[in-house]
């Protein structure tokens, strides 16, 4: 390569690295006085398509969104938003997706299916790779079976994440990351509010899809999914405890491969949305009053109620 043609290429790579930095650049901290807004998306299958109608409220509400955290169906959509894609194109690839796209049947002693294409999906559908690359901070919540705690990706690949995420137990196999057996978030953490609480977080509006119903089991994942929906109901959920708002959209009559009623869940997402749309218009008051107060405080005054 002559020396005039390296020069060129010196300046062609530089240029795209400039590019690359702008776009994906750190998002900017939210405005002064207004407190950031965390969403943290449970998982539940097809049933995580009314995540989408939960998301298009908020954006033409213009509720703003800081930050996300995402188990499962609800890792998928979280990314998807926390990419940049507008909620049209993520609601066109919704009613596009199958089984297929995501699961393989594969017998195994670990699992009935692999996930293994979910590695392809963050390149494939949201054309980047890396959480750095994402538009917004998110975290993935998976379980590790050999402890039994929540473990949070917030750094590096994403396909591994949301393999692990939405491993779910019994029918895809574990996916195995660093030494360590990974699951479906759910069973640690169903719904992760303190994963985006620690994103930096204020407020966190948590969204929890109900699975179970009273309708007759036809295959074997309807039954593991009953059978870990009724272990839910009577599990401490300290995720309650934690989130300020809890948006929980009615799709209990919906199966886990629902994903041609994407229409009709993306409206139970909406409407429930909108239930809960004044609280959290309150919440954002209220929060960003007291910001404001604290910020204004006169010079040597705490804070914090009692500290000295």
């Known amino acids: 390569m002559s020396p005039r043609a390296k020069k060129v290429t010196e300046w062609m790579r530089n240029a795209v ?3 690359r930095e702008f776009a994906y650049a750190e998002p900017p901290a939210s ?13 539940g299958f097809a049933r ?10 908020l954006d033409e509400e213009q509720i703003p969104i800081d ?35 995501f699961g393989q049947w594969k017998l195994s002693w ?24 994402l538009r917004l901070p998110l975290a993935i919540a998976a379980t590790d079976l050999g402890t039994g705690e929540a473990v949070y990706f917030t750094k590096g690949p994403l396909g591994p994440a949301l393999r692990a995420s939405c491993a779910y137990p019994g029918m895809f196999m574990p996916v195995e990351h660093e030494g360590r057996f990974l699951v479906d978030g759910f069973l640690a953490a169903p719904v992760p509010v303190d994963a ?16 179970a ?12 999914g009953l059978s870990f929906a009724i272990l839910q109901r009577h599990a401490d959920l300290e995720w309650r405890r934690e989130a300020d708002l809890i948006i929980e959209p009615d799709v209990r009559d919906f199966q886990w491969d629902d994903f041609e009623r994407t229409p009709d869940l993306i409206a139970a997402g909406a409407a429930a949305t909108r239930v809960v749309l004044p609280k959290i218009r309150a919440a954002l008051a209220a929060k960003s009053a007291t910001k404001t107060a604290t910020a204004t405080s006169p010079p040597g005054m705490s804070k914090w109620k009692g500290e000295l």
């Open 213 to 224: 119903s009273d309708r007759k089991p036809t295959s074997i994942v309807d039954v593991i």
């Open 31 to 43: 405005p002064e006085g207004r407190p950031r807004v965390g969403l943290a998306l449970g998982g």
């Open 17 to 19: 690295e400039r590019v």
């Open 67 to 101: 930050c996300l955290s995402g188990t499962s169906a609800g890792a998928l959509l979280a990314a998807s938003y926390a990419s940049g894609h507008t909620i049209d194109e993520i609601v066109a690839q919704a009613k596009s997706t199958r089984f297929r796209d």
């Open 196 to 211: 985006v609480r620690k994103l930096g977080a204020d407020i966190v509006i948590a969204v929890f899809l109900e699975g």
């Open 110 to 133: 670990m699992g009935l299916a692999s996930n293994q294409r979910l590695e392809h999906y963050p390149r494939k559908f949201l054309g980047l790779t890396t959480f750095e690359q």
């Open 48 to 57: 995580g398509i009314a995540h989408l109608g939960v998301l298009r409220v």
